[in-house]
């Protein structure tokens, strides 16, 4: 019978610890007893253990294994069946289960070979980048939102996440891999032959350092603090160290001095990272071009001069404009000569009519739309206007014959008779002023443009010859009106003759559903265009500005972009007393931290000279960290069981031996990850059985995992056949950014590619990472936590996801036979990795039967799906 997943199976989880050291003065000295501390020296060869049990081990990773087994008086349980090594081997690999076919190949290969060549298939899957490259963004806190109080979405951060996953997959040795993330800009400007490609890969390895998480609400402000984030980030990931502990003082446990944190973050103060907005400086900057065309960026220099002239003169109009207004903001706010008003219910429309006005040259006449009682429920209104001259030369005016054909030539709108300065478009909140900002269709409704405050209140119009579908059904060439929540909208008509006119409109609701509004007519003295002339005026040289910028827009000269780092002004920082930058003390120059050697820069920032200290073979930490990250992965544990911390307060090696006998022979290696993948996968250690025995602890036997986030996800897309194998590149963020620490960038872009994928943020996390324990992108997850908790059970009850792809697979398994035995048998091999047995063909036809029933079966066979993806032996890997 299977046990259904209602308590998970809990593993022991080392937490990694974090030091608590409380602040003091930096003196620069350290411990220097600190410095005999087993991962400060350089690991050597060991000499390999003699084991009794000469019979087990395959390689000299068993005789270290076994060696303190026997110790210990233990013995490690024999091989796992194939189907339990295929299911173990393609998860750890892939994050994917195998397929039947796979099974069945790996079943019929015989040879001694047969789990070495699944190996080797499985690595050079495309699949594994993805779940290898997973890892390392979990440590170093991959994201693609910046991390500042608004969280600003970062729109290049993919191209760092995909580099990750194609250094995987092209088995990058990690010394080149430590090397591009650091400094990959400092080598692909000091190769001449480079490529394009080669190029672009390198620029956008120093991602590494852009998606360190910004601070504050004004992120440039508070780099200070992304420069620490950096250095925490950089001395975890590569070193096992925690150096940001000596931001404010010497490091507590550690021999790693404030100089040293200090010397470091000249480094990274004389580096510039894209900036990605934040909420008090706006728009992204500082993004690296991909490419070192100079030709290409030459023009695109070109573009950005005349983009930031046009920008300026738009800037520069705009504020003429609102001062240009005055005049006609102090017209308008005189109390007017009431001409006539009504209101009108939703669905439903009113006349208005004057017979005679007397009106002199200049006098304007405002319709003003009310939001009836103050309600927004009133919104979409048709006007229509005419006047008529009563005697002299007869002229007629009308607002639509006169606006409609070329609607945003300007605000103020000439009439058909050659006056410049007729119809205004009101924002009639008061004070009164004009409508200042025009769209060209509407959210791409060819035709419908717009007199705006943004959103509201507007005017516009349906230039089509046809009806226009819209939030409503806009009739053809016709004027409408929208007033804001707050207040009115209005259309002015400005007399270009002293004289006498009739007036004849109508006011009619254009969108049923709403409250309908209220209106009044009214009639305002003064020389309105002559207070209008100047906006006008500048108006239409801002229009002919924003015309210019617009064509300039269509025709960008388009460079594709990183979100790296690049060289900057050199510095050395000054120690920060008690890590406050406003407490400068003594200048540190940039240099190496003293325990690895303490050299000092002598090229640029140093990053590429840092890069060569981290990744030499004498440092005695950075193999050894990276060994340890991939036996832990492979193993649920590592041989160091705090693989973030690596100094004082870690916990020491189980087997320091085979850690440093991995280290050495990895390097050796050429510093290979598949390599060593190779080297622990054909292990006997690796391909043992699963059991709880007293053997466990010292790997005699195999510890069962739970599948990961990602790996659930997965899974259950590729269950039910809508997995997307395909790389995408970016998310579909917002142009406009005007996030703020009250509202924030929130989003949550679902799709169905593998969920390394799905769009990362820093404020707030999917909820499937957030209840299957996902890592925190806001710092480096070395491991992560294994929670238990019942919300994890409700998800297989009652998730959409999961009843989803449950369904799914019912209809695949309809798909391949009408007899149940066999659609009950490829469910497990798929689902399970193995046949089924005969007691569970029987329970599950009898639970189809009797839910069928009641139900109808395709409803019974999704339900017994989703029984058996809700079982532990699907949720764990042995």
């Known amino acids: 019978m299977m046990c259904f997943f209602l308590t998970a199976l809990l593993l022991g989880v080392s937490l990694e610890f974090q030091s608590n050291a409380v602040s003091g003065a930096a003196s620069g000295q350290v411990n220097v007893a600190a410095k005999d501390h087993w991962s400060f020296q350089a690991p050597t060869a060991p000499v390999i253990p003699n084991v009794k049990n000469r019979a087990w081990p395959r390689t000299d990773i068993d005789r270290f294994l076994l060696a303190k087994l026997e110790a210990s008086d233990l013995q490690p349980l024999g091989r796992a069946n194939k189907l339990t090594l295929i299911r173990r081997a393609t998860y750890d690999l892939t994050g994917l289960p195998p397929t039947p076919g796979e099974i069945d190949a790996f079943l019929n290969d015989n040879s ?17 980048g993805e779940r290898w490259g997973r890892h390392w963004l979990d440590v170093v806190r991959y994201a693609d939102t910046a991390g500042e109080t608004a969280d600003f979405p970062v729109d290049e951060a993919w191209r760092y996440r995909n580099y990750v996953i194609d250094a995987f997959n092209r088995d990058t040795p990690f010394d080149q891999f430590i090397r591009e993330q650091l400094a990959g800009d400092i080598l692909a400007r000091a190769d001449e032959s480079i490529s394009p490609d080669r190029y672009a890969e390198l620029i956008t390895a120093t991602g590494y350092l852009a998606i360190s998480r910004r601070h504050g609400f004004d992120a440039r402000k508070d780099h200070y603090l992304t420069i620490e984030d950096t250095i925490d980030t950089l001395g975890k990931s590569f070193l096992g160290l925690t150096i940001a502990c000596a931001r404010c003082h010497d490091h507590k446990y550690d021999p790693i001095s404030a100089r040293d944190y200090y010397g470091l973050y000249g480094i990274f103060a004389s580096t510039r990272y894209s900036f990605p907005g934040s909420e008090s400086s706006g728009q992204a900057t500082d993004m690296v071009p991909l490419t070192n065309s100079m030709e290409l960026l030459g023009r695109v220099e070109v573009w950005n001069k005349k983009k930031t002239e046009l920008e300026k003169q738009i800037g520069e109009a705009k504020k003429q404009l609102a001062g240009a207004s005055g005049d006609f903001k102090k017209l308008a706010s005189q109390p007017g000569t009431p001409l006539d008003q009504g209101q009108i219910d939703a669905g439903s429309e009113q006349p208005f009519t004057a017979d005679e006005v007397t009106v002199k040259r200049g006098d304007m006449l405002q319709l003003i739309i009310d939001p009836r009682d103050g309600d927004y429920g009133s919104d979409t209104t048709i006007i229509e206007w005419e006047l008529s001259e009563l005697g002299g030369e007869g002229r007629r005016w009308n607002v639509t014959g006169d606006v409609v054909d070329d609607f945003l030539v300007g605000n103020p709108h000439p009439d058909k008779l050659g006056n410049r300065y007729t119809w205004a478009f009101l924002d009639a909140r008061k004070p009164s002023q ?12 060819k ?80 020389d309105f265009l002559t207070a209008l002339a100047k906006p006008g005026e500048t108006m239409q040289t801002l229009q002919v500005s924003e015309k210019k910028l617009a064509a300039l ?94 100094g004082i307060q870690s916990q020491a090696p189980t087997h320091p031996g085979l850690l440093d006998w991995l280290a050495v022979t990895f390097v050796q290696s050429g510093w290979s990850i598949k390599g060593l993948h190779r080297l622990i996968m054909n292990s006997a250690s ?6 709880a025995g007293p053997e466990q602890t010292l790997y005699g036997s195999f510890r069962p995992r739970r599948l990961s986030a990602e790996e659930l996800r997965d899974t259950l897309l590729a269950l039910g056949q809508a997995l997307d194998c395909s790389t995408p590149a970016g998310h579909p963020f917002p142009e406009k950014r005007q996030f703020t620490q009250h509202t924030p960038f929130r989003a949550n872009y679902e799709n169905k590619h593998r969920s390394v994928f799905l769009m990362t943020q820093r404020i707030q996390r999917r909820p499937l990472m957030a209840l299957f324990d996902g ?103 042995n």
Request: aromatic share 8%; glycine share 8%.
């Open 112 to 128: 001694p070979q047969a789990f070495a060549a699944v190996v080797n298939r499985l690595l050079a899957s495309p699949r594994y």
């Open 434 to 445: 004009l409508l200042k900002e025009p769209v060209t269709d509407n959210e791409g409704r």
């Open 447 to 526: 035709g419908n443009h717009v007199w705006r405050v943004n959103p509201l209140p507007s005017v516009f119009v349906n230039a089509n010859e046809t009806p226009l579908k819209a939030w409503t059904t806009l009739p053809p060439r016709t004027l409408f009106v929208h007033p804001a929540s707050d207040g009115p909208v209005g259309i002015g008509w400005t007399s270009p003759i002293d004289g006498n006119v009739k007036i004849r409109g109508l006011v009619k609701d254009g969108h049923p559903g709403g409250n309908g509004v209220a209106w009044h007519l009214v009639q305002l003295t003064g």
């Open 553 to 646: 827009m269509e025709n960008q000269v388009k460079i594709a972009h990183a979100y790296g780092a690049v060289e900057d002004r050199i510095i050395n920082e000054k120690l920060h007393k008690r890590g406050d930058p406003k407490m400068a003390g003594d200048e540190v120059p940039r240099k190496n931290i003293d325990l690895l050697g303490g050299q000092k820069v002598t090229e640029g920032s140093g990053r590429l000279q840092l890069a060569n200290w981290i990744a030499n073979t004498a440092n005695p930490l950075t193999s050894r960290v990276i060994v340890n990250r991939i036996w832990l992965h492979h193993f649920g544990r590592g041989l160091v069981l705090t693989p973030n911390n690596f």
């Open 686 to 691: 690796y391909q043992t059985a699963v059991a």
């Open 775 to 877: 890592a925190d992108s806001n710092a480096s997850t070395g491991q992560r936590r294994l929670s238990n908790v019942p919300a994890q059970a409700l998800y297989f009850m009652n998730n959409e996801l999961m009843h989803a792809q449950a369904a799914a697979l019912a209809k695949r398994l309809a798909k391949l036979s009408p007899n149940s035995a066999k659609r009950i048998q490829r469910a497990h091999l798929l689902a399970l990795g193995r046949p089924v047995t005969e007691r569970e063909v029987a329970d599950a036809a009898k639970f189809i039967t009797e839910y069928s029933a009641v139900a109808d079966e395709a409803k019974a066979w999704a339900t017994w799906c989703r029984v058996l993806l809700s079982s532990n032996e699907f949720l764990y890997v």
